[in-house]
């Protein structure tokens, strides 16, 4: 037989074993994420069982976030900008310690921290609405400090409103980096808010994240050895990190947000700790 001949026969043979191949591990793919979404099935079930409705419409898929570690950018922060950003011409002040510098001016003072924290105090008529709503007026205010974030809720209290956002870390919301603004009488009164900076990269270790399902059925485990308070209904479940600031590099946990007629807990989602929100 020529050798062309067999050349060709050779690259077929090669091209069906790599057919097979591709059909096989596409069969297998499938197959896992079937059983993934019988599983979620199955465990939103037994959550049912026992008295606790899931009201997302959606099962949420796995967790799919990496533990990062973040070497935090002084540098980077631009204090001076932020503070003349809302507060106008300003008076710089060190102070060193944990309070490390101070901005003041007519309108108002901002205090920036060695954690990260910062905290905007206005003085009466420095801010107003002016019939803005409160949610747009933050964010607008948010964005001219360079404060990428997602906001998380509004609460009324009477003349007080409440407008809390989580900080975006690459579009993932940073659940213990918040940024809060509180109004009275129709002006923005004060920002109180934690930002993470730097520089991220994944952490050692290649721990495994726990499925959604295993999730589920911890979080019912919670409720009945009382790390959870008894509810009747999941409302939401959302993924994002929590960020440990109390190291020179911040380590971001991968967790979900859950939410339930009872009250917001945090499940980790290697560990499957569960903690309530603050």
């Not at 999941?234 to 009872?262: C, E, F």
Request: glycine fraction near 8%; hydrophobic fraction near 40%; aromatic fraction near 8%.
């Amino acid at each position: 037989m020529e050798w062309s001949k067999i050349k060709n026969i050779v690259i077929l043979l090669l091209a069906l074993v790599n057919v097979f191949l591709l059909v096989l591990v596409v069969s297998q793919e499938r197959r896992s994420v079937r059983y993934q979404e019988e599983a979620r099935t199955e465990a939103v079930a037994v959550l049912a069982k026992n008295g606790v409705d899931f009201l997302p419409e959606r099962i949420p898929g796995d967790l799919e976030l990496l533990p990062l570690e973040v070497e935090r950018d002084r540098m980077g922060e631009l204090e001076d900008s932020m503070a003349e950003a809302l507060l106008g011409d300003v008076r710089k002040e060190n102070q060193g310690g944990d309070l490390q510098v101070t901005y003041v001016s007519h309108t108002g003072q901002a205090d920036f921290y060695s954690s990260g924290r910062f905290i905007f105090t206005f003085q009466p008529g420095a801010l107003p609405l002016s019939g803005e709503e409160p949610a747009r007026h933050a964010a607008d205010c948010l964005r001219s400090l360079g404060f990428e974030g997602e906001i998380a809720g509004v609460e009324y209290d009477g003349e007080t409103v409440t407008v809390t956002f989580f900080q975006n870390w690459e579009g993932i919301p940073v659940f213990s980096c918040e940024a809060v603004f509180s109004y009275q009488d129709g002006e923005l009164r004060q920002i109180d808010a934690q930002r993470l900076s730097g520089t991220a990269q994944q952490a050692a270790g290649g721990e495994t994240l726990l499925s959604t399902a295993t999730v589920l059925i911890r979080f019912l485990a919670g409720i009945n050895d009382g790390a959870v308070r008894v509810c009747t209904e999941i409302q939401d479940m959302t993924p994002g990190y929590q960020a440990n600031l109390s190291r020179p590099v911040t380590y971001l946990s991968p967790v979900w947000r859950i939410t339930t007629d009872t009250g917001v807990y945090y499940m980790d989602g290697v560990t499957g700790e569960i903690t309530p929100a603050v």
